[in-house]
């Protein structure tokens, strides 16, 4: 079957479909196969391997090359529109530039969960914006998203944090705020440390601090409306 297949591509399932994939995987390291390794990540399901996969980047376990030849594709429709141009690279020894192909309307943003003494969650407007959202930034090429946001924090509210001060917190994707016809891929991070006295600045406009009894009357961001403020304050409906 690795012979004759022109991908592989794993669906959300248990031991065995991880074995078979990563197999695959491995396969294609070691320069066995030049083909393309997917996983359809239905509502999300592979987002914490993506996670483990930049936690080994960053740890120094693997190279980005190998990396770069995991596809995490999000509708079957991107899947039948991208096969045959995928195969067409990575025979061409064009790996990654897939990803680039698959997610070019995609930003992908690190950002903080960030709580002050009452139980507020920060969020800031940039200028010439109207919705409120976490605190963060893109990711700038050969940068991991804990550099890219601590970058970001120090930038647009004067604030310095150290890198054990983060934690991750998953990885969440929803419809760009500012950026029509844009997906936004967050990496984001809480902070145990409560937050006091912040400052806009850069492109920062304006700082909300949000509370369950002030939600409806701002405009919040998608990704912090749909994802951040349910897992903030579950009992919200």
Not at 23 to 38: R, V, Y
Request: aromatic content about 8%.
């Amino acid at each position: 079957m690795a012979e004759l297949a022109s991908c592989f591509i794993a669906l959300p399932g248990g031991a065995g479909t991880a074995e078979e994939i990563f197999e695959q995987w491995t396969w294609g390291q070691l320069g066995i196969h030049d083909k393309p390794c997917a996983f359809l990540n239905v509502n999300h399901f592979y987002n914490p391997l993506r996670v483990m996969v930049h936690q080994m980047v960053s740890e120094g376990f693997m190279k980005q090359d190998y990396a770069d030849m995991l596809l995490f594709l999000r509708i079957c429709t991107i899947l039948s529109s991208f096969l045959k141009p995928i195969y067409h690279l990575f025979q061409n020894g064009q790996r990654g530039t897939e990803i680039a192909m698959l997610e070019q309307k995609t930003i992908h943003i690190a950002a903080a969960v960030m709580m002050d003494d009452k139980g507020r969650l920060l969020l800031v407007r940039k200028r010439g914006t109207v919705y409120f959202m976490q605190p963060g930034g893109k990711i700038e090429p050969g940068e991991d998203a804990r550099s890219a946001l601590i970058r970001e924090l120090r930038e647009e509210l004067n604030l310095e944090l150290s890198q054990e001060e983060l934690t991750p917190l998953g990885e969440f994707t929803d419809s760009a705020a500012n950026e029509p016809g844009y997906l936004l891929h967050a990496c984001m991070f809480s902070m145990e440390r409560r937050i006091q006295d912040v400052k806009p600045a850069a492109e920062i406009e304006e700082i909300l601090w949000l509370s369950p009894s002030n939600i409806s009357s701002n405009q919040l961001a998608p990704l912090t409306l749909n994802k951040i403020v349910p897992h903030v304050w579950p009992s919200i409906p």
